[in-house]
Each structure stands twice: as C-alpha cells, then as structure tokens.
C-alpha cells in the first residue's frame, strides 16, 4: 500500500466531494481523466477507499435537539442502554460529559428518568460547527543512512535530484560527508 502525494489530494478531494467527476478531479489535480480513474481504482481495490457516503448537514445529521449533560455515574456502561446517548466522555472517575440527542427539549426529564446516572448539569446546544480535517495517513520512513525505523516527521535531503529521508542531524551530516567524498 503505496500512497503519495497526488493519491492525498485525490482522497481530500473525494471527502469534500463524493460525487466529483473524473474530469473534474483531473483538472484539479492537473492529471488526465485515465490516470484519475486509474488511481482511484488502485485505492479501492487496496481498501483505502471503502465507500462512498453522503453527508447530511448537521440540522438533519442529529435528527434533533443536542443537549450535553454532565453526569455522575457509578455504572457508565449502563448509559449506551439509552438509545438517546450519542457520546460520552469521560472527565474523571465518576463524572462524564455526555451528548444526547433529542426530538425536542420534553424528552428530556422522561430520558433523565430512565438514565443510570445522577445529572449534575444540563448544556442545551444553541449551534454546532464541526471542523472537517483533511485525510492524513502515518507513514513509516527508514532513514536513508542509518535504516532506522521512523515515524516522527523524517528530515529530508535533496541531492543530485534525489529525495533522501533521514531520521537526525547526525545521519544528515553523515550522509553528505559520504555522499561528498
């Protein structure tokens, strides 16, 4: 499983847009139709593209009022019994922060009653803004001198119009004196 630098951006463009046309995603990229088309069926069949989805706004995504509750519970597995409950963090031992979803505000008590929790304080969500991150993979390097296994940001050395990866200061210093001399 290979992924460079284009299949990134073909990816980042396919989350923003499911949808988007071979032509469309070509003259973004700057590629041709074929070599768009070719890419994305490489990333299917190597399972990197599962599925294409729809995404709904969030005023339908919840399908309600979200309401965050801060809680205290001595059984916090009992809670996901509510069908209600879409998330729970937990905060420190006992107490959690919890996001239900509602079909309006009523259900509430009616949801608190049959709950396996003592509420400690209701957040009705007046709006809601989530940031969409672009896809990002963590890539393994081996560092160019040393072979060095890595997985924090490589320092990379171009030379003669090659790319090198290498994982310190010292490998770096290393591999210009043998690549000089």
């Given at each position: 499983?290979?992924?460079?630098?284009?299949?990134?951006?073909?990816?980042?463009i396919?989350?923003?847009?499911?949808?988007?046309?071979?032509?469309?995603?070509?003259?973004?990229?700057?590629?041709?139709?074929?070599?768009?088309?070719?890419?994305?069926?490489?990333?299917?069949?190597?399972?990197?593209?599962?599925?294409y989805?729809?995404?709904?706004?969030?005023?339908v995504?919840?399908?309600?009022?979200?309401?965050?509750?801060?809680?205290?519970?001595?059984?916090?597995?009992?809670?996901?019994?509510?069908?209600?409950?879409?998330?729970?963090?937990k905060?420190t031992?006992?107490?959690?922060?919890?996001?239900?979803?509602?079909?309006?505000?009523?259900e509430?008590?009616?949801?608190?009653?049959?709950?396996?929790?003592?509420?400690?304080?209701?957040?009705?969500?007046?709006?809601?803004?989530?940031?969409?991150r672009?896809?990002?993979?963590?890539?393994?390097?081996?560092?160019?001198?040393?072979?060095?296994?890595?997985?924090?940001?490589?320092?990379?050395?171009?030379?003669?119009?090659?790319?090198?990866?290498?994982?310190?200061?010292?490998?770096?210093?290393?591999?210009?004196?043998?690549?000089?001399?």
């Amino acid at each position: 499983m290979k992924i460079d630098e284009i299949d990134l951006k073909l990816i980042n463009i396919l989350k923003e847009d499911s949808r988007a046309s071979f032509s469309e995603i070509a003259r973004e990229l700057r590629l041709s139709r074929q070599t768009v088309k070719s890419r994305i069926s490489r990333l299917e069949k190597e399972g990197i593209i599962e599925k294409y989805t729809v995404k709904l706004a969030s005023s339908v995504e919840d399908f309600g009022t979200s309401v965050y509750l801060l809680v205290y519970s001595e059984e916090p597995e009992k809670m996901w019994e509510i069908e209600e409950i879409v998330e729970i963090n937990k905060i420190t031992s006992k107490k959690y922060l919890i996001r239900v979803t509602l079909k309006d505000l009523s259900e509430l008590s009616e949801m608190m009653d049959r709950g396996k929790f003592e509420v400690i304080e209701v957040m009705p969500v007046i709006e809601r803004k989530v940031r969409e991150r672009p896809f990002r993979l963590k890539i393994t390097f081996r560092c160019d001198y040393c072979g060095k296994e890595m997985t924090d940001e490589p320092i990379v050395y171009r030379y003669r119009n090659k790319f090198y990866v290498l994982c310190c200061r010292t490998c770096l210093r290393e591999f210009k004196e043998a690549s000089m001399g």
